[in-house]
Every structure is written in C-alpha cells, then in structure tokens.
C-alpha cells in the first residue's frame, strides 16, 4: 500500500510538471467539447435553392415564396435555364433546384395537373432525403391551398399525424451529442495518456532502474494508472457542469450513478492504453497504435452514425468497443432518466471487460524478460 | 521465508551461468566469486555479454541455465529478495529529470521500504554528503552529467546494499567526475560494500581489486590488475585487453 502511495506521489509531480500532459487533460478536452457540442449538428437546415421560375405567375411566385419563408431553404440563386441550375449544383453552390414550368399558372387554373420538377444533389444521402422530403410537404401544403381555393371548402386531410417527442423534445443536438462527446474525451485523454506515460518510463531507462527495486508489478502498475482515474473523474465533473451551465442540458438521472459507471468504465480504458504500451519501446509507437484503436471507437461508437445501420458484422465489433457503453448509458441515463435496473448489463459488460484487459495487460508487461 | 545459502565469504557466486537468446549464446557458462568489500571490474568489448551477465545477476534476466547467489539469495529462486540487498545504477541515465533532486532520493527511499521518520534524515545525509545543498531543489534534469551520475549512484545505495552493480556508470562523464565517482567507490567499498562495475575505460580497470575480461560471453581472464599484466607481460590493462580480446 505504501508502495503505491510512493509511485502515486511520483506520478503527480510529474504530472503538475509536464508541459504538455497538463494541457492535454485540462484545456484542450473542453475547448474540443464547446467547440464541438456547438458544432456536430446533424438537422439539416439551410439547404441551398436554386429556382428556375420559367411562369413568372402569381402562382409560381405564390409556390416560391413558401420556399423562401421556410426555415429550412435558403433561395441562393434565380436562372431560367437548367445549364444554370446544373452549374451551381455542381459547383456546390446550390443542393437543390426547383424547376417551375411555363405553363404552370395556366394549367393549375384550366384545373389540370401541372409538374414541378426537382434536381437534387444526392452525394449526401441523409441532406437528399431531407430535401426531398421538406420540399414535398411545402409543395403539398401549396396543393391542398390550391384545391380549397377551387372548391372554396376548407379542407381536412383524411389522417392527420400527431406525434411527440420524447426525452429531447426540443430536438436539441446538443442535448444529444454533449453527452456522447464528453465520453469520447475521457476515453481519448485515458487511452493516450497512459500508454504514453507507461512507455516514457522504457523510452527514458527509468523502468530498468524500478525492475531492479522490490516494487512489484501490480503497484508499479496502480500507481501510474490511479492518477489518470482521479483525473477522469475531475474531468467528468468539468464536463458535465459544462453541459448544465454553457449547453443547458436538463439531467433525468442520477449523476451518482454515472460516477459510479466511470469508476467501472476508466479501468476499461486505462487497462487498454497499458495494452498498448506493452505492445510500444516509444512514445511514438504508442501514440500510432492509440490512434488506430481509437479511430475504431469513435466511429463505431453510434455517437455520428447509428449502430444499428451497419452492417451486422460491424455491429458484432461494436460489443467491444467500451465507448458505445457509456454513450448509451450516458443517453440512457442523463436523457431518460433509466435507473441502475435498465443499466445494469452496461455495468456487468464493463465489469468484466475491465478484469479481463488488465489481466493481459499485466500479462504482457514482463518485469522479468524471459 | 527463503533460506539464506550457507558460504557467507562470498558475496557474489556464480557458477555456469548462461543465457542464450535462441541460438545464440549471450554468457557462455561462466562462474566466479566475489568476497565483501571487493571492486569486482568486468571488462569486455560491446556485446561481450557483460550487461547480459549484470541483468541476470540483478534478477532483470532469467539465466537459462546455471546458479548465482547474490547476497544471500538464489537469483533464480528468489529474484524477489535479492532486489532489497542490491543496488543497481544503469548504462542510461535513469533518475527521474522532472523530478528534484530531495524528490529523487525520498522516491527511491520509500520503495526500498525505509521507514518514513528516516527517510528524511537519510536525505538531508545524502545530500550533504554529495555537497549538493545548494541543489538540493533543483530538478535534475537541470543537473551537469557530473552530479546527476554521481547522485545516481548515491541514490543506487540509499538502501544500505551489500553490493551494488555499476553498469558503466562512467561513460560520458569528464575526468575530473570520473576521478570523484571513483573516490566514491572507494569509500563504499571501504565501507564493506561490495561494488560490481562494467566499463569501457580500461585505465579504469586498473583501480579494480579484481577484474575480469569477457570475450564473447567466455571470461577469458579473471586476477588481480597486477596479476593480470604479469601473465601477459604487458605494462597496462590496455595491452591485456587488447591481447585477450584478439584472442
């Protein structure tokens, strides 16, 4: 016990005294989470217009208008031939373009149907069907206008839609990502910083010098990854004040349970930065290998893209990929209020990760070689 | 509890103690005694085998085959215990840079288990010993190479050892260091201590009660310097290496 002690003291001041490391865990995880809790928004607003209005009518300015006053166009530019329209969705410049055409005010009166046409960039599946989408119901709610000024009856469609959202009723992205970010941070600031810290020890000879002391293994190893565990947790309570007072986030759940899910995940996360550094002679070498898992974790974590539209082998890579958990728990928990009952496979998932990465870690770190 | 090995005239004893890294054989079945208070020189060209030798002797590294007692303790059965009763300074520099230098010695000091209340006595002993007061809160990183490796050493026996082992602790150090360094080995060795040392200078080996000269894992001459140059009829260390080392 006073062993770990000793290398924890030892950790510390090393860590007030690093340059870098300081930064790393303090100052760079949260401008990372302002800058993206405001950022990563996936509603898809402002979507790029482009209007060849070749009828000039009242009726086509009429069917215009509803475009321009939605929230979710943007009316970039008016042309009356398709080259035009063509080359500003090439260039980017436009995502969509709605074409109007000449006879359009003449047929709707003469009560015939008349097309409209639209030219959608799809590189973007998600923004295409969004766009695809908003334009149909702004075209639908000009039709059903159109019909009851012709019959002169107020008009009912047949089923009409009621929903509700729930545990995000505002629809707030950043009620939805915060969470999720602030698990990727502690993940990325655990699986880095110890792996690193662990092979600076091998860069520098220092780890020689403790082997040749009667330090055992399993202190050494405590010693160095307790510290990271204190500072997740501080970085946690940073996070999460953050997420009450800069992004309003209403918390349904007991934060008591979430401390106490970070205290079983950060030894998931630290036991895989010290894989790693039994796998590393650098720094370098660790810092390459990190990444690469961590790459892996954030993406598939169903932070940015849902788990449940990959692929079913991806989603069988995803049962080890410790950051999907604690998204989920933080979704579950902070957003929905779920209690330790709805939790506990979360807890028993990680339990068991946990012994068992830091069992091959502490396997592959050889004090004696062979 | 271990049972400490009987023949306590020797400090050190080996007997045919090997390593081979697959095919190839590092230390090739050597065996020699070291008796209290001796400075044991163990010379030998790079990848002789002599660190080879230094990291089974300090339990760094499994011997393949062979015994060696250090202090007491079978190196191959209780590596556990023959840690508290050596010292070990390395070939690199290896105290910590971003810590101070009283952070250093009070690190060491706990792990080897002495008692807080002494710690800070042990301390304030060292580093007046050293004549570093007015270092005493420096980082030593900050330190000349001279100091640091002549803390290291103090540091390799904060615990009081019977031997300690020197892995070319002079390497890269000016003469007049290496004149202090020495000076300190001397009294250690006056002390008692035993003192296990590697080096590359070979005017060095000449200040050895005893040294040894590997050739490719084979100690191919083990006597006193004197001895040693008699043998040969050469005048210096030099000459008797370089003889040797040609075979």
Redesign the interface.
Known sequence: M??IL?IL??EF??II??KTVLPMLFIMPFIQLILLGFAADFEVKNLNLHVIDNDQSTYSRGLISKFSGSPYFNIVNFSFRDEDGMQDLKKGDADLIIEIPTDFEKKLVNRESSPVHLNIDAVNGVKAGLANAYSNMIIRDFNLELLQKATGKVLVSPIGISSVNWFNPSMNYSTFMVPGILVLLMTMVGIFLTAMIVVREKE???I????????KKHQFIIGKLLPFLIIAIIELTIGLIVAKLIFHIEFQGSLLLVYAFALVYMPVVLGIGLFISTFSDTQQQAMFISWFFIVIFILMSGLFTPIESMPDWAQKITWFNPIKYFIEFMRMVLLKGSTFKDVTPHFVIMAIYGVVINALAVWNYKK??? | MAKKTNDNKYVVSVKDLTKKFGSFTAVNSISFDVTKGEIFGFLGANGAGKTTAIKML?????PSSGTAIVAGYDVIKN??KV??K?G?M?Q????????KVF?NIR??A????IPSKEIKSKINNLIDELGMENMRNK?VGDLPLGWKQKLAFAVAMVHDPPVVFLDEPTSGVDPITRRQFWEMIYKASEKGITVFITTHYLDEAEYCTRASIMVDGVIKALDTPTKLKENLGVKSMQEVFVKLARG
Do not use: C, W
């Open positions: 006073r062993s000793i003291r030892k001041l090393q005294r690093n520098i000879g220092t020689e010098q403790l082997n040749v002391t009667p330090i004696v070689s062979a | 300090t339990g760094l590294s499994k590596p556990e840690k508290y050596i070990y390395s690199k520099f290896s105290l910590y840079d971003d810590l952070e690190l060491y706990g792990i080897y288990g980082l």
